[in-house]
């Protein structure tokens, strides 16, 4: 069965406490849940990770590739504006990544508008809330089903 890892950054584990005005009252635990859903209606297996740490997102990008996952849905979060280190991974790993933010980041603050992983990944969705994290995840099975 296709496989699919999805990467969570730093402070996603406060999804529901943390700026609710901004990333919305779903927690990362319910979108999880969503996602298994809408895993088992497309056929494919998730494995889940979130960190607060730079390298050990390093490590779950090429962690995901070595156990032979097809593509990668990921929410950086603030390093997505800042790692080059997981720029690198990604680019490293080849395999097709779909950056996903739940709030705007191009209409929030300047720093929040460049994103150093975009250029490496297929594509990015941003803005639609917690929804994201799904569309994030039907495109991704549409790519990789699309190559196969
Ligand atoms: C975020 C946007 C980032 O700028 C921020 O640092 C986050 C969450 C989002 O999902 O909207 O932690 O990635």
Redesign the pocket.
């Given at each position: 069965m296709v496989k699919i890892a999805v990467i969570n950054?730093?402070?996603?584990q406060l999804l529901g406490r943390r700026k609710v005005e901004v990333?919305g009252h779903v927690t990362l635990d319910t979108i999880e849940a969503r996602l298994r859903e809408v895993a088992a209606e497309c056929d494919v297996e998730l494995t889940f990770f979130q960190s607060n740490h730079e390298g050990s997102i390093v490590d779950a990008v090429a962690d995901a590739a070595a156990e032979g996952c097809a593509g990668i849905v990921m929410?950086?979060?603030?390093y997505?504006?800042t790692s080059i280190a997981i720029r690198d991974a990604i680019e490293g790993v080849r395999l097709p990544v779909i950056e996903?933010?739940?709030?705007n980041?191009h209409a929030?603050e300047e720093f929040?508008h460049k994103s150093m992983t975009a250029p490496v990944c297929i594509g990015q969705i941003?803005g639609l809330g917690a929804d994201g994290y799904e569309w994030a995840l039907r495109a991704l099975v549409r790519h990789i089903k699309s190559k196969n």
């Open positions: 950054g730093p402070n996603l990333y929410n950086p979060a603030a997505t504006h996903i933010h739940l709030s980041i929030r929040r941003a």
